[in-house]
């Protein structure tokens, strides 16, 4: 049972511990080059339920690890929370030929969310090739990032014979699925990894009978989110209401 809480009227408040004392501290941006952000966490008040998930991704909120974050960047808006209608979604001609292409290749697998030394070896070189840190994580740090969670979640990995070429971690709500985080082999650029991982989760979604896939962010200016805007129809997340976009809304 949740605890009682004095702030019960508000769902968000009622679902989430007030942010931390340096909510309203800014940091280099994750996401944009010489940006700042703010990006306030706060922690669950109790377990979450997948109604619980679905309130806080319909409001725009992420997940990290245990904590739950949404943007409040003074002086930027271009973190854009989008996502996919699962039944009405409509894969390109080159995103079936992903499909097609890893259905014979590749193995598919569906677990929890676990750590060993493979899979943080593949994430750090992910990070690496890719130009997305310059510390190597830990396996402390994967755990606290991937494994742990909030909400009930799951792992998605890709397999070419017994080498891991990607792992796609989600949370399940009860009408909907999130991605959370992908990392994958770029070495295996043929198989569109980071494709592949998004269209698996719709599948995955339609066959759970998930209404909707939550993508994450779309910002227009970073090569490694704006590829989102490439599945289609979407829906974006402005001024506190889901609005209906073609892919021409957001590039």
């Known amino acids: 049972m949740r605890p009682p809480t004095d702030t019960a009227d508000d769902p968000i408040d009622a679902l989430l511990h007030s942010e931390a004392s340096t909510a309203d501290q800014l940091m280099p941006c994750p996401y944009l080059d010489d940006q700042l952000a703010c990006l306030p966490l706060r922690l669950p008040r109790g377990s979450l339920s997948g109604v619980d998930v679905d309130l806080l991704l319909a409001t725009g909120f992420r ?10 960047c003074p002086a930027c808006n271009q973190c854009v929370p989008v996502r996919v209608p699962v039944h009405t979604m409509r894969p390109s001609r ?9 259905q014979v290749d590749l193995k598919r697998q569906v677990e929890v969310p676990r750590s060993d030394a493979v899979r943080l070896e593949l ?7 890719r130009g997305l840190g310059e510390r190597a994580l830990s396996m402390q740090d994967y755990e606290e990032f991937l494994v742990h969670s909030s909400a009930v979640s799951l792992e998605l990995s890709f397999w070419l014979g017994q080498r891991l070429v990607a792992v796609s971690i989600a949370d399940l709500g009860e009408q909907s699925i999130s991605a959370v985080y992908t990392y994958f082999a770029p070495s295996y650029s043929k198989y569109s990894l980071g494709t592949l991982a998004v269209l698996q989760l719709a599948d995955l979604a339609a066959s759970c009978q998930r209404e909707l896939l939550y993508l994450g962010y779309y910002v227009r200016a970073n090569p490694h989110l704006n590829y989102k805007a490439r599945f289609k129809p979407q829906q974006c997340l402005r001024d506190g209401q889901w609005q209906d976009h073609q892919e ?3 590039l």
């Open 123 to 129: 994430f750090n070189r992910h990070r690496l090739e």
């Open 248 to 250: 021409s809304a957001l």
């Open 63 to 72: 997940r990290s690890g245990l904590f739950w974050y949404r943007t409040r």
């Open 94 to 102: 080159s995103q079936r030929r992903v499909v097609k292409r890893a």
